[in-house]
């Protein structure tokens, strides 16, 4: 029964997103606008949780709005419509356009950390079309393995390891993944982890993000530590003509000889950069997602 639902999954899938893969893509940009606009209105938990995310950031003095709080998100969600439209037109082959649009800051940073021979992570978050960065980072930087939860369906899965396999990447999976980074950065390889999502008491600690106590990842700073690797925070935003990804510096680890307090202090350097980013695009950062949950458990 659930191969059936799932194969049902993929078909209505492939039905539903076709007519914005065809479409020019300057109109597929505007379909995109509405269909994020739509879900605005339609999926109400979704921007319930969104205004409620923003206007408590606001309210702390963390981020000062230049529009109100609920337009704000309205052009969120509008973003996230065009960045899907963009991912399925990738994902049907028919990318070039994005690809073409994208243009790169901070290529010396990327040089820099390679030539140290010693791996490169590269940290991000759920910042503008974070999918469009992996892809784009492989086609235009170099080979890149990502972290990611499978989705459930695993025919949808497939074809998006396909995808991401045919345009440089390789999908390291989250369940049971330190392994496979750390052997990928020991052979000078780029792994790329999004770092802005909630974790459980064992994988982190509870720092100040935008204002709120969020429970953040000590992975990254870990893998940092007992690897050499160069952290290179790195983020794409979107432009009037496309995207551009800005690659920064080498973040320099803590010095701290208390292992526990290096690693807080690293973690907390490396959210900062998400947070710089939400301030400076705050209609392009995932506000629908629960960044904030289980902080009194």
Same mark, same amino acid.
């Given at each position: 029964? @659930? ?5 049902? /999954?993929?078909?209505?899938? &492939? ?5 914005? #893969? +065809? ?7 505007? $379909?995109? /606008? ?6 605005? =209105? ?7 949780? *969104? ?8 309210? *702390?003095? *963390? ?13 969120? &969600? ?6 899907? +439209?963009? +991912?399925?037109?990738? =994902? ?6 994005? &690809? ?10 990327? %040089?820099? $950390? ?7 992570? &590269? ?7 974070? %999918?469009?960065? *992996?892809? #784009? ?17 695993? !025919? ?10 045919? =345009? ?8 049971? $993944? ?7 950065? @020991? ?15 064992? /994988? ?9 106590? $969020? ?13 050499? #690797? ?17 690659? !920064?510096?080498? +973040? ?11 690693? @807080? ?11 710089? !980013?939400?301030? %400076? ?17």
């Amino acid at each position: 029964m @659930k191969r059936i639902v799932w194969l049902l /999954e993929v078909i209505s899938l &492939f039905i539903l997103s076709l007519p914005f #893969a +065809v479409l020019p893509l300057g109109w597929a940009l505007k $379909a995109g /606008e509405k269909l994020g606009l739509l879900l605005f =209105y339609m999926w109400g938990s979704r921007r319930k949780i *969104a205004i409620e995310n923003l206007s408590k950031s606001v309210s *702390a003095g *963390a981020i000062t709005p230049s529009e109100p709080v609920e337009k704000l998100i309205r052009d969120n &969600f509008r973003n996230l419509g065009k960045a899907t +439209v963009e +991912v399925i037109k990738i =994902y049907y082959g028919l990318g070039k356009k994005i &690809f073409d649009s994208v243009k790169i800051e901070g290529i010396d940073n990327m %040089e820099i $950390a390679r030539s140290k021979g010693k791996g490169t992570l &590269f940290l991000t978050g759920h910042c503008g079309n974070w %999918e469009l960065l *992996a892809i #784009a980072s492989s086609i235009k930087l170099s080979g890149l393995a990502v972290v990611a939860r499978p989705v459930d369906n695993p !025919y949808i899965n497939t074809i998006i390891d396909g995808v991401r396999r045919k =345009y440089g990447n390789r999908v390291i999976r989250k369940q049971g $993944a330190l392994k496979s980074i750390v052997r990928t950065l @020991k052979g000078n390889g780029c792994v790329g982890i999004l770092i802005d999502q909630a974790v459980t008491r064992p /994988e982190g600690f509870v720092m100040d993000f935008l204002g709120g106590g $969020a429970w953040t990842s000590k992975a990254p700073a870990t893998i940092a530590r007992k690897t050499g #690797a160069v952290v290179l925070p790195a983020f794409i935003h979107r432009t009037d003509g496309g995207h551009v990804i800005k690659v !920064y510096p080498e +973040v320099e680890l803590s010095s701290s000889d208390n292992r526990e307090n290096a690693i @807080k202090q690293d973690t907390i350097r490396f959210s900062h950069f998400v947070e710089k !980013y939400i301030k %400076e695009h705050p209609t392009e950062w995932l506000w629908m997602h629960k960044r904030w949950k289980r902080v009194n458990s």
